[in-house]
């Protein structure tokens, strides 16, 4: 698999990332290294194989669902990068008709 | 202040009075001053620090102290202590503040440890340098031309120039280990949900484990002891009982079965003096009438690969809520909501981290999915199988920590994939859950500090540990002995 400048664009879409031009030509040729590293693995039979994805042992985790762990909205709004004291604010989302 | 190997010599001076815990806390923080150079700390909490010292020191002369108490830590800056900073060496967390404790913190609090300060690390724990920093690089406190080792090289470096007696770091591929070894102190991967991650920022969740970094085997056992166990913040966090570690170090008895891989060292990549130093060591634990035998492990080659898929598969995920909006850096340019995500992610992000999510976006994509990260799962479970058959037959599994010593700074980073390399050793412990340790063994010619890696049977860290433990003792009356050698011959 070779990547090429429209996949880029895309998976950087899907990442919500802006990648500049500057950037896109040794991004790609970084990504397209790795892949064909990551490649190798096809040499490895794994048909029949379940892969796997829990690593803990543990099932069926069950607490009690209590209320506790609770925060002020002072504490909320904290680390907001932009709030009026009541809410998050963020760009204008919806367009006057 | 005596330079301390344990918190037991600690322990030990304070109750005798050759020192206090106040001058204890001062030494710390003239010593993080004087070492400033390092970059292992992106903040110190000095006043606080001074002011718990002395709160604990009258909780000791009370007999009210708890069983950490002497004990000066500084966390990895990746866990969270409620009011305090947390960045996780990146932009986009540059001025975050912790509104609640991981469980580990909490446990390290209510046994009386002192938190020293946030150490350095790469951003979001990704890196094997320390280079990928938003807060620059740390330099190795043996020779400061060469990388700590990472992502928890602020962490290694801190105990390695007696800057804290003890860090919690965080191992997700060898993020403890590896720079335990390249700054020879002791750096410990527990076992898969052995450790709560509650409080603790996600890199890569299904591998993510918190880790003690200390001087000495002893002490990595008594933070265990507090750290480990079930949470119920965290349901992967195992339901078994938490060993006494620290008392059962003693517990290593009789002639244990040992497995090398084989593949470890004909790897081409393998430095000459860290292949001598391996070899030393396997010939010490057979002289010590130790079973310890060559095992072949083809999985070896693949082992970095499926790391890399499954571990940036799950970043691209976990970072997903850095979006500018509730927390972290918002881009000031932004006109939309749209243009707030990419922008803030964009400037926030640095370029390791954003090449991940790419990858790890890319291999979860539409079409993609089932060729690099289903495929990549099916050869974990392969890894797991093979080394708990392995672990079936042996103990442990004993192979160097790293392929090479501490390399130079700036030397790997225009290429991702022989930095990724730099990991083949310590990866397979971590695909399969398992407990791994690593141990400062001695030095090369140059000075540089190697370590020495042994893997347990899941949930094993007792017998890990108090092997680990005889293993260091012998190799301290070896080198009382014959001082001239230094620990083990290279």
Same mark, same amino acid.
């Given at each position: 698999m070779k990547l090429d400048n429209d996949t880029i664009t895309k998976i950087a879409h899907l990442a919500r990332l802006d990648v500049d031009a500057s950037e896109k030509e040794a991004l790609l040729s970084d990504m397209n290294n790795i892949l064909s590293f990551m490649e190798k693995l096809n040499e490895l039979d794994t048909d029949g194989v379940e892969p796997l994805i829990y690593l803990s042992d543990e099932v069926n985790v069950f607490r009690e669902d209590v209320v506790k762990g609770e925060i002020t909205v002072k504490q909320a709004l904290e680390n907001a990068p932009s709030e009026d004291g009541k809410y998050f604010q963020v760009a204008r989302v919806i367009e006057k008709p | 202040m005596r330079e301390y190997n344990s918190l037991s010599e600690v322990q030990h001076d304070l109750q005798n009075g050759a020192i206090t815990l106040p001058a204890i806390v001062d030494h710390y923080i003239n010593r993080i001053k004087n070492e400033a150079h390092l970059n292992a700390f992106i903040e110190v909490f000095d006043q606080e620090a001074r002011s718990e010292a002395l709160k604990i020191a009258k909780k000791l002369e009370e007999g009210k102290a708890g069983r950490l108490a002497g004990m000066v830590v500084g966390l990895k800056d990746i866990i969270c202590y409620k009011d305090h900073g947390i960045a996780v060496g990146s932009r986009i967390l540059q001025n975050y503040k912790s509104i609640y404790s991981a469980t580990v913190v909490e446990r390290l609090i209510a046994e009386d440890a002192i938190i020293i300060g946030r150490t350095n690390c790469d951003e979001f724990a990704m890196g094997g340098s320390n280079e990928n920093s938003y807060f620059g690089h740390v330099k190795n406190f043996a020779d400061n031309s060469k990388v700590p080792g990472g992502s928890s090289g602020g962490s290694a470096v801190a105990v390695q120039a007696g800057l804290c007696l003890a860090c919690l770091g965080t191992d997700t591929g060898g993020s403890v280990r590896q720079p335990a070894a390249f700054c020879g102190v002791v750096g410990l991967k527990p076992t898969y949900g052995r450790v709560s991650r509650h409080g603790v920022v996600a890199y890569a969740s299904s591998f993510d484990q918190v880790g003690p970094i200390t001087k000495s085997v002893e002490d990595a056992a008594l933070l265990m002891e507090i750290i480990a166990g079930p949470d119920?913040?965290? $349901?992967?966090? $195992?339901?078994s009982k938490v060993p006494p570690y620290f008392s059962e170090l003693n517990n290593s008895t009789g002639k244990k079965h040992i497995a090398y891989l084989s593949e470890t060292l004909s790897n081409g990549g393998i430095d000459a003096e860290v292949k001598s130093m391996a070899l030393a060591a396997i010939k010490r634990l057979q002289d010590e009438g130790h079973t310890v035998e060559p095992v072949s492990f083809q999985l070896l080659d693949y082992v970095v690969p499926t790391y890399y898929i499954i571990t940036m598969a799950e970043a691209s995920s976990n970072l997903a809520r850095y979006d500018g909006i509730h927390f972290g850096y918002r881009s000031k340019t932004a006109p939309t909501l749209e243009a707030t995500y990419k922008k803030s992610r964009s400037e926030g992000f640095g370029a390791e981290v954003k090449r991940r999510i790419m990858l790890g976006t890319f291999v979860l994509s539409a079409g993609y999915y089932d060729a690099y990260y289903g495929k990549a799962q099916k050869v974990r479970r392969l890894i797991r199988e093979k080394t708990d058959e392995i672990l079936k037959k042996y103990d442990f599994i004993l192979l160097p920590t790293t392929p090479t010593p501490a390399f130079g700074i700036g030397e790997k980073v225009d290429d991702p994939v022989t930095m990724y390399l730099a990991d083949i050793f310590t990866v397979q412990a971590s695909l399969g859950g398992f407990p791994a340790i690593s141990l400062p063994v001695g030095n090369n010619t140059a000075g540089l500090p190697l370590g020495l890696q042994f893997i347990g049977k899941r949930f094993g860290e007792s017998d890990l540990m108090a092997f680990s433990k005889k293993f260091m003792d012998l190799l301290e009356q070896d080198s009382v002995k014959s001082p001239a050698k230094g620990n083990i011959v290279v």
């Open positions: - | 119920e913040y965290d $349901s992967t966090a $195992s339901k």
